[in-house]
C-alpha cells in the first residue's frame, strides 16, 4: 500500500472574509481541531511485516515517519474490536500527552484507502464509510463531529478548551489530493486556529 501524504487546509483568520463565506454555505463543515499529532493508522500486511507494528497496524506521522509511540494494552484491544481490514488507512489524530490529563486517545475524521484500494469518493461519501467502523462511544477514540452551522459559535466555544486548537471546515465535494512528495494544501479543508507560533495543521 503507498504511502500518500494527507491534504493539509488552507490557513485563514476567523474574522476573515472567507470564513464568513464559508460559513453561509451549505456544503460546508465546521470540525473542532485537536491538540494532537496527525496520525496516519496503517493496517497492511506487508508494513506490519517491515515496521514497528501493533496487531498489524502501523502509526504514521504527516512526514512519512513511524512513530515512536507505544499504545496502551486498551487502546490496541479498543482498535482490534472495529475489526478493520487490512489495507485501511485511517487518517486522525493521536492525542497523547501534549494536552496534560489526554493519553493514549485517537480522534478519527477521515479514511484513504479501504480493503487495499484508495477511496476516490467525496468527503461525505468518506464520512459515511468510518461513521460504519468509528461510530458510537468508546473508550480510546472518537470520530469527529462535523457542525452545519454557526461556525463563529462552535469556533468561540471550542477555543476556551485547552485540547482544542481551533476548528478546519470542509466542503462535503471534496476528494483526496493524493500525493507522493508532501502534503498538498487542499481547497476543500480551511483552518482558523487560536492565537499561537507552534501549532501545525
Known sequence: MLYF??????????????????????????????????????????EASQKTSFN???????????????PSTGLLDELMSFKIPPGCHIDAELLHQKTKHIKHYIYVYDIYWYKGLQVM???EVRRKMIEDIFGGKHTHFTLSKLFPENFRSVYDEAIKDSENEGLVMKNKNGKIQWNLKDCPEVWWQMKVRKPSNSYQF
Open 121 to 123: 469518493e467525496s468527503l
Open 56 to 70: 498489524g497496524f502501523v502509526f504514521w506521522n504527516r512526514h512519512k515517519e513511524v512513530l515512536s509511540y507505544q
Open 5 to 46: 501524504y494527507p491534504n493539509k487546509p488552507v490557513l485563514i483568520t476567523v474574522d476573515s472574509t472567507k470564513f464568513t463565506e464559508i460559513s453561509a454555505d451549505p456544503d460546508w463543515w465546521a470540525e473542532i481541531k485537536k491538540n494532537g499529532s496527525r496520525l496516519a493508522l496503517r493496517n497492511d500486511p506487508t
